[in-house]
């Protein structure tokens, strides 16, 4: 069997043909896979496609939305963190690419989806706040992964960890505009923490409701905290989504005081699907202006 049959049915293999000695996942596997572009992105979108054909394709996938790979030791714990808000079209689109992508990175994963309850105006960056401090009661995870749930990655080779010293703009190129960045402080989309990092820029803002000005504080929030961003390389970092401009924020004021130290939410519920971790909360609502 060539190199990238290998590869390709790395995952498929019977449970009675793994060796019981667990040897730690390699690199060169993943590396040497002949690389990957996801065809007609945008074709596929309009795809129907069920949560029962997705699980079928996933027989590995745990409950709960967890993987770890069944061969190998995973180098690497990968928690992916999406705010949802009733857009099944793109979470269906989301877990039919996610899965398979990070199974042929060998990494140990989990997804989980944070909702709020009601018809409120969104909060993204709170609710992820939200979903760092519940995933990190199942799991010493190692990366953070801040991701939309209407971008999907383009090729292998951007891959889902973090940066051991920065954090990573992982969605540093998207088509919808033309693989370059729409301003230089652009940190939207997808992003790598590791919690260290994630707990010393002390999280996301809580009090951004509705579309902007979030990402750009974040961004803010890591120079101030950590100094820097390291991007994935162009040609890598590419991701299809299913212009604002830099908004500007009294960040260096607030950034100590709003975030994971001052994060107030109501856990409503927390289910196991097959294909994620469901968490909704209540948190609250935009407040009146004084």
Not at 28 to 38: E, G, P
Not at 108 to 125: D, K
Not at 142 to 155: A, F, K, T, Y
Not at 259 to 276: A, D
């Amino acid at each position: 069997m060539g190199t990238s049959m290998w590869c390709y049915y790395l995952f498929w293999l019977r449970g009675d043909l793994v060796s019981p000695v667990v040897t730690v996942c390699s690199w060169s596997s993943v590396l040497k896979c002949k690389l990957r572009n996801i065809p007609n992105v945008v074709y596929f979108l309009f795809l129907c496609l069920s949560l029962q054909m997705i699980i079928q394709k996933n027989p590995f996938v745990q409950s709960g939305g967890q993987y770890r790979p069944p061969h190998c030791l995973a180098r690497y714990k990968s928690a992916i963190l999406v705010a949802y808000s009733n857009q099944e079209k793109y979470l269906h689109h989301l877990l039919y690419y996610i899965h398979p992508f990070l199974q042929r990175q060998q990494l140990s994963y989990r997804i989980y989806l944070i909702q709020q309850v009601g018809n409120g105006t969104f909060n993204r960056a709170k609710l992820l706040n939200v979903g760092v401090r519940e995933a990190l009661k199942d799991e010493d995870w190692d990366c953070l992964l801040l991701h939309d749930v209407d971008l999907v990655p383009e090729n292998d080779y951007n891959l889902y960890v973090c940066d051991e010293y920065y954090p990573k703009h992982v969605a540093s190129a998207m088509d919808k505009f033309q693989y370059n960045l729409p301003y230089k402080s652009f940190f939207g989309g997808v992003s790598a923490l590791t919690p260290e990092h994630y707990m010393k820029m002390n999280g996301f803002p809580n009090t951004y409701w509705g579309d902007g000005g979030e990402t750009d504080d974040i961004a803010a929030r890591t120079r101030l905290s950590i100094v820097t961003i390291t991007f994935v390389l162009l040609s890598n970092g590419n991701c299809s989504p299913f212009f604002r401009p830099a908004s500007y924020h009294n960040t260096g004021k607030t950034w100590k005081d709003d975030g994971m130290n001052s994060l107030e939410f109501k856990l409503l519920s927390r289910t196991k699907h097959p294909l994620y971790t469901n968490i909704t909360v209540d948190i609250g609502y935009v407040p009146p202006f004084s």
